[in-house]
């Protein structure tokens, strides 16, 4: 079973970058689609982006498009989420996710995804 651990959140100012990782452990995290969700305060969660795994799909919802990129690194067992121009609207905590089926990491608010992270607070002032 693959675990995952999240790194990399904090505080930034409007229009600064960060870049959050997602470290797996188990042998198997290659075979996996990942994803990257968010919740903020009194909202519910929802899909940010999400990578496939041999072909490298990538997807993102559009109000991240152009600022967010999602990468992986197999070899480091590791999934990435570079953030730049970030907004208030940004903030809040973000999980990353991993499931043998891409649909499920793509999905809306990945009801079924397989294995979540603990979550990383991203906080944006203005």
């Known amino acids: 079973q693959v675990q995952l651990v999240e790194s990399g959140g904090g505080l930034v100012q409007a229009g600064g970058s960060l870049r959050l990782s997602c470290a797996a452990s188990g042998r198997t995290f290659s075979s996996y689609a990942m994803g990257w969700f968010r919740q903020a305060p009194g909202k519910e969660r929802e899909g940010v982006s999400c990578?496939?795994?041999?072909?490298?799909?990538?997807f993102y919802v559009g109000s991240v498009k152009g600022r967010f990129t999602i990468s992986r690194d197999n070899a480091k067992n590791t999934v990435y989420l570079q953030m730049n121009s970030l907004k208030p609207e940004d903030t809040a905590v973000y999980y990353c996710a991993a499931d043998p089926n891409m649909f499920v990491v793509c999905g809306t608010t990945g009801g079924r995804v397989e294995v979540w992270g603990q979550g990383t607070p991203v906080t944006v002032s203005s």
């Open positions: 990578m496939g795994t041999a072909d490298a799909s990538t």
